[in-house]
């Protein structure tokens, strides 16, 4: 039997570096799961993260996509938001302080910093007697009628989220 030679860690995605430093057994369906959400500039849920892997390995199943995600987010590497619409979206854990801002008529996720906020929460937290050791924003909106027009922006169907 012929031995794997061992993956080069420059070679690793941010995720896959993260589950071998965290001693985690690394099968290839895992390696494409942490790979497709390295590779998200969203923060796609469950289904979508099936859509993404089963274009690149037709074998994978559903039910293996949500295992390797409830395990990474239990060993504190994807980290879960609940942005509304009744599913659960990922990011990275380590993904650097920044907040959201949702669109409530399309679902996009916009991720900002601000220095302003950072100032001010801790501000808050020091006026109140607290070391402020972490905090999270998420602010839900709807652009403007003539942005929304601008962009040529279509409302999400609604029924769709509850029932799928």
Known sequence: MQSRAPIATQDLSRIERLCVDRGLKMTGQRRLIARVLSDAEDHPDVEELYRRAVTQDSR????????????????????????????????????????????????????????????????IAARMGFELVGHRLELFGRKFPEARAAAGATPRRRQRERTA
């Open 60 to 123: 994978i199943s559903i039910a293996t996509v949500y295992r390797t995600v409830r395990l990474l987010e239990e060993k504190g590497i994807l980290e879960r938001h609940d942005f509304g619409g009744g599913r659960a979206r990922y990011e990275p854990a380590e993904h650097g302080r920044h907040h959201h801002l949702i669109d409530i008529d399309t679902g996009r996720v916009v991720e900002f910093a601000d220095p302003r906020h950072e100032a001010l929460a801790q501000e």
